[in-house]
């Protein structure tokens, strides 16, 4: 069997949805020819299993530091420690988003992670030094996995894939005015790292488009996240109310509910929706701008938050939901941004509905495994919103209409499959 290093930051149990698709895919490797090593950074909770996981310290983000100087716990951060800090990590005010992500990106160069380097390299480098490893694929964010995979090979021969799940000089997640400058910078640095590697895969096709652009190269390949096949809905009691579930974290300014409780609230004005049957449901970090917005639209009783839960709880609301809300990312050159949360919601099998700007790769996404909806404004939801609530009324829940056959090709056995295709090409490569 061949032994795959592979360089991951996050990788289960961490709590993101950035951990799934590497936990997805070390998972149903050793299936097909393949023995994972992974290299990640320790967090409290992870169990022994069948996987080998090596785990590298974390000595904390870039304001760690700061954390310490003040005297706070720098495992929470600061942000979530200083009353006016906390409020403009979670502003949607885009003056104080710009602000907050420019100043993020001068000071956490090449990202907020950069203070793993050190540690992820030495854990990569002990395991080189006493094992055979056949390829090294490293996933980003954060770019600092790439930069210990280039490092690597400086004392080593072995073939490299490196997996971009967020384009990186040309990402969106900072987006900030005057990114024109710091892109640049970034763009130099990508140029330069990457050019080392075999070849790169990412999430979709408009993305590995502008990686080609780029990198003027060929050898690019489009791997779709996914979800756990054996976590496929099991029977789940549906809520007694017209639920609407969203799980997860939200970006400020980028990603807006705010023109779900619009909709909502002229649809309860006309009459044509119940505010006691309605119940919308936010579970992940808690939005303080969304309650005051709730209250003003007069929807403070149907509209709750319920803060960060274990995933198994995330999971399990999914599946007793009427419907699953996904928000698009409403900034241009997003185009190719799926967000890995809607294939976590293709497991659960409940229809989904995705609110926001017109996203391609997701309107393909729901349109050919029938999985939901996707709207554009207050009018499509409005219309959106009517469909499946009628549907609620009559039958007492809102019917899935998913095709078994097309959802499951998102499985993570697949893009293992598919992984494990691009591994053997580079190594074909590589001996040719």
């Known amino acids: 069997m061949r032994k795959l290093m592979i360089i991951s930051f996050y990788y289960p149990p961490h709590p993101s949805i950035a951990s799934k698709r590497i936990g997805g895919l070390s998972k149903y490797l050793a299936g097909i ?4 090593v992974i290299v990640t950074s320790k967090v409290p909770g992870r169990k022994l299993s069948d996987i080998r996981v090596v785990e590298a310290y974390y000595p904390g983000n870039v304001l760690s530091g700061a954390a310490r100087t003040l005297g706070l716990d720098p495992v929470k ?3 979530d420690q200083v009353g006016i800090l906390k409020a403009i990590k979670t502003s949607r005010n885009p003056l104080i988003v710009n602000f907050r992500e420019l100043i993020t990106s001068l000071i956490a160069y ?7 380097y050190t540690y992820a390299l030495e854990a990569a480098r002990h395991i080189l030094k006493n094992e055979k490893i056949d390829l090294i694929l490293s996933s980003s964010p954060p770019e600092t996995t790439h930069l210990v995979a280039r490092e690597l090979l400086r004392t080593c021969d072995v073939p490299w894939v490196a997996d971009l799940r967020d384009l990186w000089s040309r990402g969106v997640h900072f987006d900030y005015w005057f990114r024109w400058v710091t892109r640049k910078r970034d763009e130099i640095l990508e140029k330069k790292v990457l050019s080392r590697a075999d070849a790169l895969v990412t999430v979709s096709g408009p993305m590995a488009k502008e990686l080609e652009e780029l990198h003027h190269r060929k050898d690019i390949f489009t791997i779709t996240n996914g979800f756990d096949p054996e976590q496929i809905s099991r029977e789940e009691v549906l809520s007694e109310k017209f639920t609407l579930t969203h799980t997860g974290g939200i970006y400020p300014v980028k990603q807006d509910p705010v023109l779900l409780l619009k909709a909502v609230k002229d649809l309860v004005e006309t009459g044509e ?8 449901r936010f579970w992940g970090p808690e939005l303080p701008w969304l309650d005051k917005i709730a209250t003003r639209e007069g929807l403070e009783a149907c509209v709750h938050q319920y803060g960060t839960v274990p995933r198994e709880v995330s999971l399990t609301k999914q599946r007793e939901s009427q419907i699953l809300l996904h928000f698009t990312w409403n900034a241009p050159g997003c185009e190719g941004i799926y967000g890995g949360k809607i294939f ?8 989904v509905l995705s609110i926001g700007k017109s996203c391609k790769v997701v309107k393909e996404l729901l349109e050919t495994t029938k999985a939901g909806k996707q709207v554009t404004d207050i ?4 219309r959106a919103l009517l469909y499946y609530y009628h549907q609620f009324m009559k039958k007492g829940r809102v019917p899935y209409e998913g095709i078994e056959r097309a959802i499951r090709k998102y499985g993570h056995n697949e893009m293992a499959k598919r992984f494990s295709e691009v591994f053997d090409e580079v190594l074909v490569k590589r001996v040719s």
Not at 33 to 36: F, K, L, N, S, Y
């Open 33 to 36: 020819g393949w023995e994972p």
């Open 77 to 79: 951060g600061v942000q």
């Open 344 to 351: 976590e919601y293709l497991g659960s099998r409940r229809p």
């Open 379 to 382: 009018n499509s939801l409005k």
């Open 110 to 116: 090449p990202d907020t992670k950069k203070k793993w």
């Open 273 to 280: 929706m119940d505010p006691d049957k309605v119940d919308i």
